[in-house]
């Protein structure tokens, strides 16, 4: 058999020739790209030339590493790079897609990566050499501002720029030190999550983009910054699965991060078991780490009941942080007390939560008794203790806990019976008076939650603190505060029976420094333009009702009211919709008002007997007496709304329309308080003829009859009921 052998110095020949000839060729391109076309309008020879020069350099790039190698030598690479800040599009282009080809790892020197299999068709030395010089190349394109202009391309308008840039991204984020430069780049990663996640994107730059953040998330400061973008997965990867310290420092992180509720969800749902055992058994810096985290994600609803329900948290936040008799920090007591906060602010139902790990309940009987909840009386003791004895942070978190759990009707009972039987009422009420404007206004959300409940205690206790309130209530700073509402609505809520607590008031002149309060929020003048205008026009008309409700039992009130004209501001806010708790206590003051009606009008003297006067035997009848102009016809007196609290007078004509318009409210309440006040015009002690008369001028009487039709309550109908007998004696009717 013959063999052909092929000739070693013909291969040789044919090899120095192709280089000399690719060396010409090279140098060519070099002269075409170093010069640094910039493509200005009129250069348009020189433009096509960059890009044969450009075409040229792909393609020798594409025949080994070596090739790219050469150029690299040349200089060429840094004038590509260059090319990428050209003016012309169409050079900008190509430049991506040499720079492309440039650093792209083929498949046939990817040894190194196991990710890819070795081309078994190369020697493994070959191999190593073109994978080494392309990481040359990575790591020379990684330097200056390279990657900075690549970036930006990301955020082109352009498509094909687009996808280029982040294709190229995608090569050089292989090269751990150029990966890095790419997340340190401000806005690289925000670009990047925005392109991954787009639908707008073509699937090969999603892809990209996707596989781009994958090689960046080797690195802590790319995956906090990941995190930051809403891209949360690999920060929770890191946390279920790396190291203890990697754990402790991606807790840590994660207690930084704003996150959306829907992230603070999905956090509690795959990461809270794993962080309430960190809280359990960690250190004090994973304690602290652990906390920070739970603090963040316990601040939605929906969270905060699946660290409650799923990653059972409450036991080792309550017995080992907050109530813990070792010698932690007093800062994991406060992140403890937040997060406590944050956990009943859920509104779940912690009279079903325990704080023991196992059932025994500690009984000496051996039987199974009731279990410790948040709500046990040693339990809400501690946090009493706690807030006396420990600084404004944690008392201010604690004194929330408490206000939360008082905001419920399911849980306030428990917490009313443990704060009596500690005696802690004094204590709460000194609150009122601290530096801390947080730590006043929780106590008041508190003993304002605890008002219907022990009004009568707390009217009793709040003596010298009355002047505190006060001047909280008083306090102008720009608007409407948290704080002047939560102050006025314990005011409100306090029993309005009580004659000290009104005269207290009184003597400190709460009522006249409220009244006027009162008429600027219903003007509009007091705006604040904030969720707290209501809850105050609604504290201050409670506080106002209370002088009403003391009218018979000192003539200063009535003549305050006078001087106030509580009856014709009372009347005005009748008309405030949306506001039921206005207009439900504004009809109840008009009731005791009027009531005060026939005893304040002015009954005309009688008329001295007319001249000529005979005895009727002798066939003579005296004249009919005239009555005195102005009048009332209901009271027989002079009557006006402001003086005399009238309701039936020209001047409050306003009045029995209004409330005549409240009879068709949709709170039982308010229209209750209505009638009751309209009752006033025909009870005894008036001309119920005349007080029949007026409702039907204001057609109120077939919204009365249909009242007792209706049948909404029993004591409503009873009233209805009340209110058509009186108008039935009317013979007209």
Not at 440 to 448: F, M, P, Q
Not at 488 to 505: A, F, I, N, R
Not at 550 to 571: H, I, K, N, Q, T
Request: charged share 25%; hydrophobic share 45%; with cysteine.
């Amino acid at each position: 058999d013959t063999e052909v052998s092929p000739s070693v110095a013909l291969r040789s020949v044919i090899h120095e020739w192709r280089a000399r000839n690719e060396e010409k060729d090279l140098a060519r391109a070099c002269a075409s790209l170093v010069g640094g076309f910039a493509g200005h309008a009129g250069d348009e020879e020189e433009e096509e030339s960059a890009l044969r020069a450009l075409v040229h350099v792909s393609q020798i790039c594409q025949r080994s590493a070596a090739s790219k190698d050469l150029v690299r030598r040349r200089g060429v690479l840094r004038a590509v790079a260059e090319m990428l800040k050209s003016g012309s599009r169409r050079l900008r282009l190509k430049s991506l897609q040499v720079l492309r080809v440039l650093v792209e790892d083929n498949d046939d020197n990817k040894v190194a990566n196991p990710i890819h299999p070795p081309n078994f068709n190369l020697p493994p030395n070959q191999a190593r050499i073109d994978r080494f010089l392309v990481l040359i190349l990575q790591e020379e394109l990684g330097k200056g501002d390279t990657i900075r202009t690549i970036i930006k391309f990301l955020s082109n308008e352009h498509v094909q720029e687009r996808e280029l840039a982040v294709s190229l991204l995608h090569e050089l984020s292989g090269h751990e030190p150029t990966c890095e430069r790419i997340g340190a780049v401000y806005g690289a990663i925000l670009l990047l999550v925005g392109m991954g996640s787009s639908k707008s994107e073509s699937a090969v730059a999603v892809d990209k983009a996707e596989s781009t953040l994958r090689n960046l998330d080797r690195f802590d400061a790319n995956v906090k910054q990941m995190a930051d973008n809403g891209r949360l997965q690999p920060l929770l990867t890191r946390l279920l699965r790396g190291e203890p310290d990697t754990r402790v420092a991606m807790a840590d992180y994660l207690g930084e991060l704003a996150l959306a509720n829907d992230d603070k969800a999905a956090v509690a749902e795959q990461a809270g078991p794993l962080l309430v055992g960190m809280l359990r058994t960690g250190a004090t810096p994973a304690k602290e780490a652990t906390l920070k985290a739970l603090r963040e994600i316990s601040s939605s609803e929906a969270s905060a009941k699946l660290l409650l329900q799923r990653a059972g948290v409450l036991p080792p936040l309550v017995n080992d942080v907050l109530f813990s008799t070792g010698h932690l920090p007093m800062k994991l007591k406060e992140l403890a007390a937040t997060i406590l906060a944050n956990l009943v602010a859920s509104g779940a139902d912690f009279r079903s939560i325990p704080l023991d790990d196992d059932e025994d309940d500690g009984g000496g009987g051996g039987g199974r008794g009731r279990r410790r909840t948040l709500l046990s009386e040693d339990v809400v003791h501690s946090q009493l203790h706690l807030i006396s004895n420990t600084g404004p942070a944690i008392g201010c978190r604690l004194l929330s806990v408490l206000a939360g759990l008082t905001s419920s009707r399911a849980t306030v009972a428990d917490v009313v019976a443990a704060v009596k039987s500690s005696g802690a009422t004094i204590s709460l009420i000194q609150f009122i008076e601290a530096a801390h404007r947080d730590i006043r206004v929780e106590s008041l959300k508190l003993l304002r939650n605890l008002a219907p409940y022990m009004g009568a205690e707390l009217a009793d206790a709040l003596g010298g603190s009355l002047s505190s309130l006060l001047r909280a209530i008083s306090s102008d700073g720009g608007g409407v505060t948290e704080e002047q509402a939560a102050a006025v609505g314990l005011l409100g809520d306090l029993p309005e029976g009580d004659s000290s607590l009104t005269w207290q008031l009184f003597d400190l002149g709460a009522f006249r420094a409220l009244a006027p309060k009162l008429a600027e929020l219903r003007r509009g003048t007091i705006r604040g333009g904030n969720r707290y205008v209501t809850p105050l026009t609604e504290g201050v008309v409670k506080v106002m009702y209370r002088v009403t409700c003391a009218l018979e039992e000192d003539a200063e009130y009535v003549e305050f009211a006078r001087e106030a004209g509580l009856a014709p501001l009372f009347v005005e806010l009748l008309h405030t919709n949306g506001m039921d708790t206005v207009q439900l206590y504004s009809a109840m003051a008009l009731e005791k008002l009027s009531l005060q009606s026939s005893h304040l009008t002015a009954i005309p003297a009688p008329p001295s007997p007319p001249a000529g006067f005979g005895c009727a035997c002798l066939g003579r009848r005296p004249a009919a007496a005239a009555v005195p102009a102005g009048v009332c016809r209901v009271h027989g007196g002079f009557c006006s709304l402001r003086e005399t609290f009238c309701l039936a007078q020209a001047d409050g004509g306003k009045a029995v329309e209004r409330l005549v318009a409240c009879l068709d409210h949709l709170d039982g309440r308010v229209v209750e308080a209505a009638l009751a006040a309209l009752s006033t015009l025909v009870c005894d002690g008036v001309d119920a003829r005349e007080g029949v008369v007026v409702l039907g001028e204001a057609d109120g009487l077939r919204p009365v009859v249909d009242i007792m039709v209706e049948s909404r309550t029993g004591a409503l109908q009873r009233r209805a009921v009340w209110a058509v007998e009186r108008i039935l004696r009317v013979e007209e009717i």
